[in-house]
């Protein structure tokens, strides 16, 4: 992109102009063994997905010791998100957003419990527990089999219900939106 | 009415006072606002009441808030559910009714947090900065104080703000209760340019990933466009002292005009990519639910927007004068004109603006009114220097349908009935 080695450009400049001195004056070089451990986020094409596996069926326990206690037995019902359902709903009065009605990526759903849940203590799962757990919400939402299994190389390639559920704003311009619709 | 609004308010000349004003009209006028402060402005005014001098309180190390002053946020669970424990509170509101000027109190800017306030040492805290790169360093808090620093008064807007009106209006709510999201503080730290410059990113780097250190790592997807790269920065200081921990200590990013969730608080990661990374915050959701079910996503940018603060909902003001205010505020640059109808939206008045009117902050409004006791709607409407205009309530309704539960901007309406009661309602 052509603005972007522009604007690089123009950064240069201006950091010659302001400071003379050298970029590790400021910061240290950082190690791959240290990145490693903070580089946990996964994009739609799986990259970043680490080693491992899980089965829906170990998904079911780790969900009952870990998850159902805000978000209720089967992923419906608890005091927080809802994970499950909701088909159908979203051009409705009362939409119900849950992973299976709402969330166009199979990839986000192991990124956000990897990071974030469960809440009192994220990061706690190991890879494979992730896995599991992930599975287990998409079979409670018909997206797996009850024998379903994930891995790096299997998660990516589902295809998310609401997949095609989301339009992008163009060059975040409100005004043109507003004119468009 | 003359357009006034390039000269400051401080400068005009006591002649710009209206007819009829007087300042006991404009205390009774005021006292539903801030009825503690001015409280014992009873029938009997005399001097001879007013308390003897008196030696005052030792100086301290720092001086608190007047205890005449009951002024606080209020931390909501979620639209309508309020001054719950704060254990279940996902944001708190600023008391934007009961501010002056344009500048939020720090202990006061509106805060929405994704999983607590963490409790970070600023010695053992580290930002690292990785990705398409040529150098992937580490950086401390001190690292980022010795750099090159700016300085900017910019507004932070959840992209919640005024998600109480999407499809009803109770009558009961306060402009905190419609309005508290947004806040304006001035912010300081390094150009994010400087520190691409420093860890040599990839030209073919597009998108940037930047992730907090709270429990949840909220993380946001950023295109790195022309304005990003000018504007955008990583802030130590927060009107003139370290953050705040609500605010990101000891480090956040600051995106002059956009969603208030692309405003990394705590933040410890920025990875440079070529593309969005889908997380759950920009696809799950901050994105917004059409009447067709469809949802947009990345509407990055806040919009246009005006309130009135006062009068505003639950006030109680009397006949006669008047002093209608508001704040002002756009994603896109600098307000250029506010104007205010006190007769349900038929006639618009240009408002005076208070200076300096900086791009993507909050901008003061005011106007004299003279109100005849009749029953009236009062509403003020926004335009910003790119030609952008506040959007009446029907019309922005029919563009968005009623679920996208963000990134609402209509024209707000208030409604005043013969007893002089303010409240919601929808237009």
Known sequence: MSSTSKALLTGAIALALVSPVLAYDFGRPATPNEIALWDIDVRPDGKGLPPGSGTVAHGKQVFADNCAACHGDNGVGGIKDRLVGGWGTLASDAPVKTVGSFWPYATTLFDYIHRAMPYQAPGSLSSDDTYAVAAYILHLNDILPPDGKLDRDSLPKIKMPNRDGFVPEPEFDPAELFRKK | ?427
């Open chain 2, 1 to 427: 009415m003359t357009n006034r609004s390039d000269i400051p308010v401080e400068k005009r000349g006591a002649n710009h006072e209206p007819a009829g004003f007087s300042r006991r009209n404009l205390i009774a006028a005021a006292t539903g606002l801030v009825g503690s402060i001015v409280a014992g402005r009873a029938t009997a005014d005399s001097l001879a009441d007013v308390p003897p001098r008196e030696v005052g309180a030792d100086l301290g190390g720092h001086s608190e808030r007047s205890k005449y002053v009951k002024i606080s946020r209020i931390p909501e669970a979620a639209p309508g559910k309020r001054n719950v424990d704060p254990s279940d509170a996902i944001n708190s509101k600023t008391p934007i009714d009961k501010l002056f000027g344009s500048i939020t109190p720090s202990d006061l800017h509106y805060e929405r947090s994704h999983s607590g306030v963490p409790d970070l040492d600023p010695v053992k805290h580290r930002l690292l900065v990785h990705g398409m790169v040529r150098n992937p360093l580490v950086f401390n808090v001190d690292d980022l104080k010795a750099m090159p620093s700016v300085s900017r008064v910019a507004f932070i807007e959840c992209t919640g703000n005024g998600w109480e009106n999407w499809k009803k209006a109770d009558e009961n709510l306060t402009v905190q209760n419609t309005h508290g999201l947004v806040s304006t503080n001035e912010w300081t730290g390094v150009p994010l340019k400087f520190l691409i410059d420093l860890v040599g990113k990839n030209r073919n780097s597009t998108w940037m990933l930047a992730e907090g250190g709270d429990a949840a790592g909220v993380a946001r997807s950023i295109p790195l466009t022309d304005e990003i790269l000018d504007e955008a920065f990583v802030a130590y200081g927060q009107n003139g002292e370290p953050l705040r921990p609500a605010h990101g200590f000891p480090m956040r990013l600051i995106m002059p005009g956009f969603e208030g969730n692309l405003n990394i608080k705590w933040l410890r990661r920025l990875k440079f990519g070529d593309r969005p990374w889908m997380t759950r915050w920009e696809t799950a959701r901050y994105t917004q639910l059409r009447a067709n079910g469809k949802a947009t996503q990345f509407q990055l940018r806040m919009e246009t927007n005006s309130v009135i603060t006062s009068p505003s909902g639950t006030m109680l003001i009397k006949p006669g004068y008047q002093r209608v205010t508001g704040l002002a505020w756009s994603g896109h640059g600098k307000i250029a004109k506010v104007e205010v109808s006190t007769d349900g939206a038929k006639s618009w008045k240009e408002a005076q603006l208070n200076l300096p009117v900086l791009r993507k902050a909050q901008t003061r409004f005011q106007m004299d009114w003279i109100w005849d006791g009749k029953p009236t709607k009062i509403l003020s409407r926004a335009t910003d220097e790119k030609g952008n205009v506040q959007p009446d309530r029907k019309s922005f309704i029919a563009a968005m349908g009623t679920n996208a539960m963000f990134h609402y901007n209509a024209l707000q309406t208030w409604s005043i009935d013969e007893t002089g009661r303010v409240r919601n309602v929808l237009d």
